[in-house]
């Protein structure tokens, strides 16, 4: 696997795609070799919990229509090679992707979210007995844990994948351990 994808998804109240956020990421290096902000024309004027961010300054965006962006993303990712996916609660964004579904999709959040995997969670962090946090597991928290700040997430999906990418960075651990959904 030389390249990857790292992708996050915004939807609309009645949880149709708004925007994604794409990344591809060289796989050995973790640098980000190009990126791409889709906003669906069709359905971004319906509004979200987070449509306010959608049109942010300074991203290059392509506008595209609900039932092209499937074909869109898949001739992106083609042009780089790419064979899997990362995102965080991978089965969200995959659920919102539907045409994506023959790429390999990996769970950024199912190593992130564990005790045994993420050495930043503290010891008094309460778990479940798998050692998954029982709540506060979200990318903003996990983010604050691991780079021990007050980092807010901006809910942009462009830079909501950005985030999610460096939580890979941080965690420190190759990505073929990252679990399959």
């Known amino acids: 696997m030389n390249n990857f994808a790292v992708i996050d998804t915004e939807t609309t109240w009645s949880g149709r795609l708004m925007t994604a956020g794409v990344l591809v990421v060289e796989t050995a290096s973790l640098k980000v070799v190009d990126s791409k902000y889709f906003i669906v024309s069709d359905t971004v004027d ?4 987070y449509s306010y961010q959608v ?6 965006e392509t506008e595209t229509k ?10 992106y990712l083609s042009n780089y090679g790419v064979k899997s996916i990362f995102a965080y609660n991978a089965g969200f964004d995959r659920n919102g ?3 994506l579904r023959s790429y390999k999709w990996c769970d950024i959040m199912r190593l992130a979210a564990y005790k045994q995997h993420n050495p930043a969670i503290p010891r008094d962090a309460e778990c479940c007995k798998t050692g998954k946090l029982k709540r506060g597991y979200g990318v903003e928290p996990i983010l604050r844990m691991l780079r021990k700040d007050n ?4 809910h942009n999906a462009l830079i909501d ?3 999610e990418l460096e939580i890979i960075r941080l965690l420190g651990h190759p990505v073929d351990m990252y679990p399959e959904i």
């Open 161 to 163: 994948a950005m985030d």
């Open 55 to 60: 049109h942010m300054e300074k991203l290059t």
């Open 151 to 154: 980092y807010t997430e901006t």
């Open 66 to 75: 609900l039932s092209k962006i499937g074909s869109e993303i898949h001739e």
């Open 46 to 49: 319906e509004g979200g919990l």
């Open 97 to 99: 992707l539907p045409y």
